[in-house]
């Protein structure tokens, strides 16, 4: 298993300003990922941080919104650029397990909310 | 693209058994996960499924039938902590693609 801590658990920002989300695990990992849930929706994958490389972003999310570091194997940044109302929501990381199950482990996510 | 669906809300009693199920739409995904996520917590595993057939847990048992691009989640003996949000996941390679998600409310 892997236990993630991610900071802040959650805050509230003016429109137009940017936050930085971090994500620590506490083992070596090699990729990481970022989800965005709105309230009473489901998950919705970001993009995939690898350690060494530029992120891999899904459709419809850009690196000059969602600019994202990992320095080393064990943690990851997302910022939010530019916020507006829209990007309230909660950001979750996660890491997958080593065993065959493909378990995904998350952490207990950022809670945003964007005035 | 890839899509998968899931009824938006499942209610029933204790005791019960529910079952919810997921279809979904892709070009091919290498198994279906099960997640549970209670009201301001974060997704927990609870199943996976990487070949057709029935996988058992305790009182939740998954299914996957690739040839119907369909699965489910049965959850048997239910009890009043079972209402949560509950998640299938199909594995695309290296990443996780959510259904929509289904509310599940157990009553007493």
């Known amino acids: 298993s892997a236990v993630i801590s991610q900071k802040p658990s959650r805050d509230i920002c003016q429109r137009g300003t940017s936050l930085t989300i971090q994500c620590q695990v506490d083992s070596q990992v090699t990729m990481m990922f970022w989800y965005r849930q709105q309230p009473g929706q489901s998950l919705t994958l970001i993009a995939t941080?690898?350690?060494?490389?530029?992120?891999?972003?899904e459709s419809g999310f850009v690196i000059d919104k969602f600019p994202i570091s990992r320095p080393n194997l064990t943690f990851s940044t997302l910022t939010v650029s530019n916020m507006s109302p829209e990007d309230s929501s909660i950001y979750l990381c996660?890491?997958?397990?080593?065993?065959?199950?493909?378990?995904?482990?998350f952490g207990p996510g950022t809670r945003l909310t964007v005035t | 693209g890839q899509s998968l669906e899931q009824p938006s809300e499942v209610t029933a009693v204790e005791g019960a058994i529910v079952q919810i199920n997921c279809t979904y739409q892709t070009s091919g995904f290498y198994g279906l996960s099960w997640y549970q996520q209670h009201d301001g917590g974060a997704p927990t595993f609870l199943s996976y499924n990487a070949l057709d057939g029935l996988e058992e847990t305790g009182r939740f048992s998954s299914f996957l039938s690739r040839s119907d691009s369909y699965g489910y989640l049965l959850l048997q003996e239910l009890q009043m902590k079972d209402s949560a949000s509950y998640f299938c996941a199909g594995i695309d390679t290296d990443k996780l693609i959510f259904g929509t998600g289904t509310r599940l409310q157990v009553f007493p």
């Open positions: 996660s890491v997958e397990g080593v065993g065959a199950r493909r378990e995904q482990y």
């Open positions: 941080a690898n350690q060494g490389s530029e992120a891999t972003y």
